[in-house]
């Protein structure tokens, strides 16, 4: 396949060599140089990608490295073979301060060929660093995780959002689409040709992980009742009080309802639940790290989101063989669920369309069919995209100051 004007092996042949492609500088050969900044160990969808693509990329003998803010959070597992610096040990609301304030330093002295910014959340450290450090700031290439337009967001909070977009889009050098069906939004955010533009599919899983999750048995039907789950941050992104009314208006008895994740919404989530007598079949049992277990043990998936970007967790779940019934959340949901072959798409925040489609789960469609369209998204392949990205704005940058 190709990414930006590259050409990407997709097989094995040749492989090592793929990634020992070296840059110049001073007249020398020597191997890219990568830094990828998170705030903290938040176990959320963009840090574990992070994670495992600079594992991946430290795997594979280049000198990349992960700086992150503070050590809170509780994800570090997802941190296992990835290179990383901490900047402000025991100082958990450290995060963006720490990174702003430390990490021109780090830049000046390393001088890596690429600063990369995970997702959206990130792109304020690559504008910082622009403003910062002007020439000596490496090219930013900036993951863009999450839905640019924010219908969810009042006028005035929607219009600001917009302008920063538009100041990231004069600063940021590169920009990766995790599907081609976000190109247009992403040009058309950040004002910013569609040369600029490169398309990665979100690196969810490893090829391995991959036959494991197509191999996790489905669970004995219930005598009465389905077993219902969800997964990810207990925030207002993700919209669990639409959830938890459309369970409320459907769900029989036996019926049951298991939200993982932890965060500020709980207590309110909690409160609903109470309110619309369901407490007895919802379960909110927190972060966990390993999701298969809870795949096994549930009958359909359901994602309530607002607004996302490609969701890591539908890409597991998917793999995973659960039926599965979505919010039409972002510009890549149509792509990704297969214009509804691999899943049910509903409006966003219409409670009776998601209890409708929570009554009449659809059915998961044939192993080879999902494991053709989710291997897109493995690790090898998307490690592969973004050093290709990166490698194409390395060469392109001039001589840093």
């Known amino acids: 396949m190709r990414q930006d004007g590259l050409s990407i092996d997709a097989g094995g042949a040749g ?65 296992l073979g990835a290179p990383v610096e901490i900047l402000a040990p025991g100082e958990p609301r450290a995060g963006l301060f720490a990174m702003v304030s430390r990490l021109p330093a780090i830049l000046r002295r390393e001088r890596p060929d690429v600063l990369f910014c995970a997702g959206n959340t990130y792109t304020s450290v690559g504008v910082a660093m622009k403003l910062l450090l002007g020439r000596a700031c490496p090219p930013v290439v900036a993951k863009v995780s999450n839905d640019l337009v924010r219908r969810d967001m009042p006028p005035l909070l929607r219009f600001a959002y917009h302008r920063w977009c538009r100041l990231q889009g004069r600063f940021l050098d590169r920009f990766v689409a995790m599907a081609p069906a976000m190109v247009d939004e ?3 955010a950040m ?8 398309v990665v599919h979100d690196p969810v899983l490893r090829g391995e992980e991959l036959a494991e999750f197509e191999a996790l ?29 459309a369970f409320a208006r459907m769900a029989g008895p036996d019926d049951r309802l298991t939200i993982l994740g932890e965060g500020p919404d709980r207590a309110a989530l909690e409160a609903q639940a109470r309110a619309l007598s369901i407490t ?9 790290t390993d999701l ?16 996302e970007g490609v969701p890591a967790v539908v890409i597991e779940v998917m ?30 925040g219409d409670a009776a369309a998601l209890a409708a489609a929570m009554a009449n789960p659809p059915a998961p469609a044939p192993v080879a069919e999902r494991h053709a369209h989710v291997r897109r998204f493995t690790l090898e392949e998307g490690a592969r995209g973004y050093l290709a990205v990166m490698r194409a704005v390395a060469r392109e940058a001039p001589a840093l100051a």
């Open 217 to 245: 048995p489905r669970p004995a039907p219930l005598p009465a009742g389905r077993r219902y789950l969800a997964i990810g941050r207990l925030m207002p992104q993700k919209n669990f009080p639409l959830l938890l009314q």
């Open 292 to 307: 298969r277990p809870w795949l096994v043990a549930n009958d359909v998936f359901v994602l309530s989101s607002l607004y």
């Open 15 to 79: 492989l090592a060599a793929g990634w020992q492609e070296t840059t110049a500088d001073a007249g020398a050969a020597r191997p890219l140089k990568v830094l990828t900044c998170l705030y903290s160990f938040n176990p959320g969808g963009v840090e574990r990608v992070a994670f495992r693509l600079n594992a991946r990329w430290a795997e594979l003998g280049l000198p990349a490295r992960v700086i992150v803010g503070s050590d809170a959070g509780g994800a570090r597992d997802a941190a």
């Open 319 to 348: 793999a995973a063989g659960l039926p599965m019934i979505t919010t039409d959340c972002s510009t890549a949901m149509h792509d990704l669920m297969g214009g509804g072959r691999y899943g049910a798409l509903v409006p966003v």
């Open 191 to 198: 004002g910013i040709p569609r040369d600029r533009i490169a």
């Open 186 to 188: 992403v040009a058309d």
């Open 280 to 288: 007895d079949r919802v379960a909110m049992p927190g972060h966990v």
